[in-house]
């Protein structure tokens, strides 16, 4: 099977832009999460999408949202960029049938987010 | 929520010796405990993962061991090789907070 997708690579933006990313899952999986890695904070969990809707959120300001379309692939958008925001943006896959994270997840390649 | 502490942030040994990772956990509720490399650059990638009901899980130089009523697990390499070298994130599951994942650690492989 193919792998985790995620469209673009790299993205350059400047502060108060919004930017949108793209996350293709493994054919077949209906969960996609999100995650955010930094240097300082690590990897933290934005939200999940489970068949076109929100499942879970992590504690993020409302200035992250996403969603999910009927073939599972997800967009996450960022509105009014902060410096802060510079991050590499990972999503995962998974079967997303057990609800509560213990599917395996499988990890895109991330999209590296630099604002400026 | 999930608080996940992970020791040490860097590890130094010498090619061929063993490699030791641990982490603590908070929420006794948490029942999955996957590890994660990542190489400079790349995506993480699961190498071995454990559920609440298994002890110790192994896969070739690989093992993993779990002690629930302590909350820690463990990352055991053996016979370290310079692939080896990687940064390694434990994480735990099994709530609504997606995966909680430790700060990672720097393995460095001296040959």
């Known amino acids: 099977k193919a792998g985790v997708t995620q469209t673009p690579r790299y993205l350059i933006k400047t502060r108060g832009q919004q930017v949108t990313l793209s996350c293709s899952p493994i054919?077949?999986?209906?969960?996609v999460s999100w995650y955010q890695q930094t240097p300082g904070q690590g990897l933290q969990f934005l939200f999940e999408y489970f068949s076109e809707t929100q499942r879970n959120k992590g504690n993020f300001p409302g200035r992250f949202s996403g969603r999910q379309f009927s073939n599972s692939r997800s967009e996450m958008n960022v509105s009014t960029l902060e410096l802060g925001d510079s991050a590499l943006y990972l999503c995962?896959?998974?079967?997303?049938?057990?609800?509560?994270?213990?599917?395996?997840?499988?990890f895109g390649p991330g999209t590296r987010l630099t604002v400026l | 929520g999930e608080n996940v502490e992970q020791h040490p942030s860097t590890l130094s040994v010498q090619e061929g010796d063993s490699a030791v990772i641990k982490c603590t956990y908070s929420?006794?509720?948490?029942?999955?405990f996957p590890w994660y490399k990542q190489e400079l650059g790349k995506r993480p990638q699961l190498i071995i993962d454990i559920r609440s009901n298994v002890g110790e899980k192994k896969d070739q130089r690989i093992a993993v061991t779990l002690n629930k009523t302590a909350k820690h697990f463990s990352l055991h390499i053996t016979e370290t090789q310079p692939e080896d070298s990687a940064v390694y994130f434990c994480?735990?599951?099994?709530?609504?907070?997606?995966?909680?994942f430790g700060k990672g650690t720097h393995l460095i492989i001296q040959p």
């Open positions: 054919s077949g999986h209906r969960s």
């Open positions: 994480a735990v599951g099994g709530g609504a907070d997606g995966l909680t």
């Open positions: 929420d006794s509720a948490s029942n999955y």
């Open positions: 995962a896959s998974s079967p997303g049938t057990s609800g509560d994270f213990t599917d395996t997840q499988y």
